[in-house]
């Protein structure tokens, strides 16, 4: 007998009728042979007309009390639920999050898991019931027992860690949607389904504006080695697997508080080629690029910086055995960028520098977590370690360093983090490196129109400057995404300084300027400039390691529609390209294009 999690979404149980039809599905699922634990959501808007009634009384209403108020949402859901599953003869009970052991830390509104207490629910399994559980809230371990909530995506984050904790043979999130797709069918109607895709992959394409799953439910689900499956609340199709890779052992205790950092990594088998002063036009990352792919030479970090007057500066790395290639097509194209052919040639200049090494902290954990970026810096600062690239994803923090500095770094991160070991990255260590050559590289393209760019001038260029900015930011629980420092280099009154610009939510923006003016004043920076009018558009797949020129293609895409980048950041296995905000949809619906995402049924969204 196989124990199954279901988790149902407010779409899925918004009326009478729904919830029969999720009673009969999962009466359906037990006749099979299984325990079947469910974990509902509120009803339809429930939760959007509770904070609607809270914003008539108080403009400022306490977190506490909108735990209290929204938490009774799903209140009526798993009662009326219950209900409908006893009426077709199936016995079942109601837990609320407390009821069932949800133990979480003291965080009104955005509490993260500290464990759960699976004792009730395994004695109500026992006895032949299917237990239905309120998502998105807990309680504390305070003797207080105040009732917490989990925050956006809490029902996806109860159900994955319910699984977690019961060691539930899967867990099935139903959703309005056939499974994960290609990119969002309300903007790109020929998106198609995926049959399967990676923990990884998902975490990247769900932290860059995929709805269908929360990171924090996917980042569980790969720590833990939960089988995850995505599937339609209307049709009885698959779904989507999502896979996890074998998980590390972890304690059940501490569930969502776990060392967010697993591995710290290096590889000196690298080398920074830069070219600076390039026109802020579209097609110059398409030209450069795609010259690269044609030489077969396979990138990895890619950076570009917020533009300076008309011009930006764009970096990469590659291998020690590609660099003279890389550095004779960038020597080749410098000219052509020039306004003038006997203008000097700083105009678009190529800098190369064979003597660095990249370190890396990565680890499911880091979501939502602001503080371990600034870790990893301000560990670095401390040791010594200026960074001369910086590249993000949502489970990896990349550093570019000089070579001689690369075992400093990688003893003080392997200390801070408490990781014991730190495997040598020259490409086999990764687990997104180990995986067939057929791999489409692109699994999927996203869509992020909620992010704002924040961009610090003149910041002076020496070791701790981004670990004060970013320490600052996590203080205030503001999460940053996007990280690029420029390469340039300007001398201000004798001191070098750069430019470092970075994505967060674009509600965070104006607190995080707010609290980042007095520290730039302080620390002698420049001004802080703040643009709320980006989008920012990504492709994801691990197939992108065995591909050279997939960048390039969304370079070339992006500049046949005259769609200017204004920021480029790279993973191993992402492109993200910062826009315009009027151009992030088109921009989407080319790249998705490009790649041959397009399915031939279109997915239809119920309203």
Partial sequence: MALIVQ?????????????????????????????????VSAMGKTTDGLVKLANEISSNPSRREMDMLLSTGEQISIALLSMALQELGQPAISLTGAQVGIVTEAAHTRARILRIET??????????KVVVVAGFQGITNTKDLEITTLGRGGSDTSAVALAAALRADRCEIYTDVPGILTADPRLVPDAQLMTEITCDEMLELASLGAKVLHPRAVEIARNYGVPLVVLSSWTDDPGTLVSSPKPMARPLEGLELVHPVDGVEFDTNQAKVALLRVPDRPGVAAQLFGEIGRQEVDVDLII?????????????TVSQESVNQAEAVAAAIAPTLRNRLDSAPEEAEVMVDRQIAKVSISGAGMIGRPGVAAKMFATLAEAGVNMQMISTSEVKVSCVVDADQCDRAIDALCQAFEVSSSPLQSGSSSPVKAIAPNTPPVRGVALDLNQARVAIRHIPDRPGMAAKFFGVLAQENISVDTIIQSQRCHIINGTPTRDIA?????????????VLVPLAAELGCGEIVVDEEIAKVSIVGSGMVNHPGIAAEMFNALARERINIQMIATSEIKVSCVVDRESGVKALQVIHAIFNLAGTQKIEVPA
């Fill in 304 to 316: 570009q910086s917020i533009h300076e007057l008309n011009t930006n500066d764009i970096a990469f």
């Fill in 7 to 39: 988790k149902y979404g407010g779409s899925s149980v918004g009326s009478v009728e729904r919830i029969n039809a999720v009673a009969e599905r999962v009466i359906k699922t037990v006749k099979g042979g299984n325990s079947v634990v469910v974990v």
């Fill in 119 to 128: 004792q009730r629910i395994e004695q109500q399994i026992q006895e032949g």
């Fill in 502 to 514: 970075f994505t967060v939510a674009r509600n965070d923006a104006k607190d995080a300027r707010r």
